[in-house]
C-alpha cells in the first residue's frame, strides 16, 4: 500500500465523498483498510466501516486491533453487529466475545445465528491460551467411503465458509480423526480413488487444552499450516491456523520480553496505553529492584574501614558490577531463549553449568589480562591492586554465568517463568556478589581489615 494512496483516502473521508470512497475502498486489501481505521477518530471510524461493502466489512473487523472492534461492535444496530458475528470466522468471533464485557456478549449472542452462537459458545467453554480457545470450527471433513469426486464436491458444496480448503479431514462414524487429505491429492488423483486409499494416516494432532505455546512449538517442528484439534477421545473438534499461531509467537515474544526487562506483561500496544497503567505495571518490579540493592549498599558500608586504606579501590566497584551484571545476564539470556524452544531442559543443568564455566573462564581471563594492561599503563595503580582487580574480574564473570544459567532452570522446575529470572533480576544477585568478592579478595591480598 502506498502512503500517496493512503493520503486520497483519508481526503476523500474528510470531503465527505463516501460514495466515490466506497468505491475505492472495495477494490482495496482489507488488511490495507484496517490500517486506515487506525488513523480515524471514532466518529468518522464508524461512519467508514459502515459504508463498507457488507462482504467486505467482516473481513476487515477481523484485521482491527481488540480495542477498535469493541468501539465498532457497540456502535452499530443489533442488526449490523449480528451480521458481523454472523459472517466472522468463529475463533475470531470468540476472541472478541472474551473481550467484551457479559451484557454486550449476551446481547450479541442473542442477535446472532443458531449456528454462528452454537460455535462461539463451543468455543468459549475452553480456557485461556490452550489450543481449544484458539481453534476454529470450519473446517472440511469427509469420510473414507467417498470418491476423490465425491470429496472434490462436498468441498465445492461446504468449502466456501470454512477457514481453509487446503487440508481436508477424515473422520469414522464417531467422528474419529483417521487421516488427512490435501486437496492438491484430491486433483491429482483419479475421480474414482477412495479416499482412505490415497489418505495419509500419519496424524499430528493437537489435544483441546494443550497450551497455545506448546502448539507453536508443533507447528515450528514440523512446519504445518494447519493442525488437527481432537478431544480426549480422539474426535476432531476443531483446526488451529498459521496465522492464529503467528499472533501467538508474537504475543508470547512480547511478554518473554516485557519479563525480561522486569515489566508486568500488558495486551495493549504502547501508544495506547496511558501513562498511569504503563506506571503501574513497571513499578512492582522496579520497587523490589530498588529494596534488594541495599544489599549492596550494606556490603559497601560492612567494608568501609578497608576502603578508606585504599580508596583506589572504589574506582573499580562499578566496572566489577556492570562486568559480572551483564556476564550473568548473557548466560540468563541464552538459557532462557533455549528454555523457551525446548532446546534445553532441566535435566541438562549440569551440562549447562559445565560449559558455562569454561566460557566464563576463557571471558574473564579475557578481560583480566585487557584490564591489567589498561591498569599498568592508563591508570598506573599499583601490581597488587592491579591483581586485585583482574583476580576479582574473573571471579565474578565466574560466578555470574553460574547464576545465570541455573537460576532460569530452577524458576522453570518449581513452576515460575524462567523469563522473570533475566537481566534486572539477576544483575542485581551478581552485584552483591561481585562486592563480597572484590572486598573477600581484597582483605586476603592487601591484608585489609574488613
Known amino acids: 500500500m502506498q502512503e500517496v494512496q493512503m493520503d486520497e483516502i483519508l481526503e476523500l473521508i474528510e470531503q465527505k465523498q463516501y460514495s466515490r470512497l466506497r ?8 488488511a490495507d483498510i484496517a490500517a486506515i481505521f487506525e488513523k480515524l477518530p471514532k466518529e468518522e471510524l464508524i461512519k467508514v466501516f459502515r459504508i463498507l461493502p457488507k462482504t467486505m466489512a467482516a473481513d476487515v473487523f477481523a484485521y482491527l486491533p481488540i480495542e477498535t472492534e469493541q468501539t465498532i461492535i457497540t456502535s452499530l444496530t443489533d442488526r449490523e453487529a449480528a451480521n458481523i458475528i454472523n459472517n466472522l470466522m468463529a475463533d475470531d468471533a470468540t476472541d ?45 471433513d469427509l469420510k473414507e467411503n467417498l470418491t476423490v469426486k465425491q470429496a472434490i464436491d462436498r468441498i465445492r458444496k461446504t468449502g466456501v465458509d470454512k477457514e481453509t480448503i487446503n487440508i481436508c479431514y477424515v473422520l469414522d462414524k464417531e467422528r474419529h480423526l483417521i487421516g488427512t487429505v490435501a486437496l ?125 586504606t585504599y580508596v ?75 591483581l586485585v582487580v583482574c583476580l576479582t574480574l574473573i571471579m565474578a564473570v565466574l560466578f555470574a554465568k553460574l547464576v545465570g544459567c541455573t537460576l532460569p532452570m530452577l524458576a522453570q522446575k518449581v513452576g515460575f517463568d524462567p523469563a522473570v529470572m533475566a537481566s534486572p533480576f539477576i544483575t542485581t544477585i551478581v552485584d552483591a556478589l561481585s562486592l563480597v568478592i572484590y572486598f573477600q579478595v581484597a582483605t586476603h591480598l592487601l591484608h585489609l581489615k574488613g
Open 23 to 30: 468505491q475505492e475502498l472495495s477494490e482495496w486489501n482489507e
Open 96 to 140: 472478541l466475545m472474551e473481550e467484551m464485557p457479559a451484557g454486550v456478549v449476551k446481547k450479541l449472542l442473542a442477535n446472532a445465528s443458531a449456528e454462528a452462537r452454537r460455535d462461539i459458545n463451543h468455543l468459549l467453554r475452553y480456557p485461556e491460551d490452550s489450543a481449544g480457545s484458539i481453534m476454529t470450527v470450519e473446517f472440511v
Open 184 to 308: 492438491r491429492y484430491l486433483l491429482l488423483h483419479d475421480e474414482d480413488e477412495i479416499i482412505g486409499d490415497i489418505m495419509n494416516d500419519n496424524i499430528i494432532s493437537c489435544n483441546t487444552m494443550m497450551d497455545q505455546e506448546e502448539v507453536a512449538m508443533l507447528f515450528s517442528k514440523y512446519d504445518f499450516t494447519t493442525m488437527p484439534v481432537v478431544d480426549n477421545e480422539d474426535r476432531l473438534v476443531g483446526i488451529i491456523t498459521i496465522d492464529d499461531i503467528v499472533d501467538i509467537l508474537q504475543e508470547e515474544a512480547t511478554e518473554d520480553i516485557e519479563k525480561m526487562a522486569a515489566i508486568v506483561p500488558t495486551d495493549k500496544p504502547y501508544m495506547k496505553t496511558g501513562v498511569f497503567e504503563t506506571w503501574k505495571k513497571r513499578i512492582p518490579w522496579l520497587l523490589l529492584l530498588m529494596i534488594s540493592a541495599t544489599v549492596t549498599g550494606g556490603i559497601i558500608t560492612h567494608y568501609e574501614n578497608a576502603l578508606s
Open 312 to 386: 583506589v579501590l572504589t574506582s573499580f566497584i562499578p566496572m566489577l558490577m556492570d562486568t559480572g551484571g551483564n556476564a550473568g545476564g548473557q548466560a540468563s539470556v541464552t538459557i532462557i531463549r533455549g528454555l523457551s524452544l525446548n532446546e534445553i531442559s532441566f535435566r541438562d543443568i549440569f551440562r549447562i553449568m559445565w560449559k558455562e564455566s569454561r566460557v566464563a573462564l576463557l571471558c574473564g581471563l579475557t578481560l583480566a589480562v585487557a584490564n591489567f594492561a589498561k591498569m599498568m599503563i592508563i591508570e598506573r595503580v599499583s601490581i597488587p591492586v592491579a
